[in-house]
């Protein structure tokens, strides 16, 4: 029962454009979300989070956008640089949980 | 300040035999969790620790795993025995507390033959 969907395996952008992760939850008891990335032989780093009392968190170049009416939260980031290519994964955790949920990761390719 | 460690990186093993993973988390950090990453998964939380005691355990698989962590520090992660299934990537991460930024490890990646 994947909670969190994250339904593109994969992306490729361009250096310099803009690149667009997607990512839905099917409970809406979900209250804080959580984008973090991989590299390879790494460990996830966390990259930013978005509260559901908010629809928008930016850091940097980083943007998260939350719309919770359709259970739907995206990371866009600009410009796009080859150093960001890496596996980006959602996150949430439920109101009263302190488990946090993954989804399957999106893997981003940024050609130069 | 140094990041969470784990030993060993790579495991290879057969079936039915046991193995151990060490987690020495960020000092400080009182909430240290553990996750398994199957190929092309997410995480998944295996048991999370509050100091030494466990706050949830609801994933684990209690016939074959066990954890613990001494002295609310350092914890070890134990299969016995393994199975094909276990075959994955275990990651330890660690947070100054509940919904805190959790910090990772490389992980140790098992593979069992």
């Known amino acids: 029962d994947q909670q969190v969907k994250q339904n593109s395996p994969s992306l490729s952008v361009q250096e310099g454009r803009i690149s667009i992760l997607n990512c839905d939850y099917t409970?809406?008891?979900?209250?804080?979300f959580l984008w973090y990335k991989k590299y390879p032989a790494e460990g996830p780093t966390f990259l930013i989070s978005?509260?559901?009392?908010?629809d928008k968190n930016e850091d940097g170049r980083f943007t998260v956008f939350l719309n919770k009416s359709a259970k739907h939260l995206s990371l866009h980031i600009v410009p796009s640089q080859p150093g960001d290519s890496a596996v980006y994964f959602c996150?949430?955790?439920?109101?009263?949980?302190?488990?946090?949920?993954f989804g399957k990761g999106t893997k981003l390719t940024v050609n130069p | 300040e140094a990041g969470v460690a784990q030993s060993p990186r790579y495991k290879i093993i057969e079936k039915r035999q046991s193995v151990a993973f060490w987690c020495n988390p960020i000092?400080?950090?009182?909430?240290l969790y553990w996750y398994q990453q199957i190929l092309g998964q997410g995480p998944k939380l295996l048991i999370q620790?509050?100091?030494?005691?466990?706050?949830?355990d609801s994933q684990l698989p209690k016939d074959r795993f066990s954890a613990e962590r001494l002295k609310g520090v350092d914890s070890t992660l134990k299969i016995q025995p393994a199975k094909l299934e276990d075959s994955a990537v275990y990651l330890c991460?660690?947070?100054?507390?509940?919904?805190?930024?959790?910090?990772f490890g490389p992980g140790t990646r098992l593979l069992v033959l």
């Open positions: 991460a660690s947070s100054l507390g509940h919904r805190e930024t959790q910090y």
């Open positions: 620790f509050q100091n030494n005691g466990v706050v949830d």
């Open positions: 000092s400080g950090h009182a909430t």
């Open positions: 409970n809406s008891m979900f209250d804080y």
């Open positions: 978005i509260s559901s009392i908010k």
């Open positions: 996150a949430a955790y439920k109101g009263g949980s302190e488990k946090l949920v």
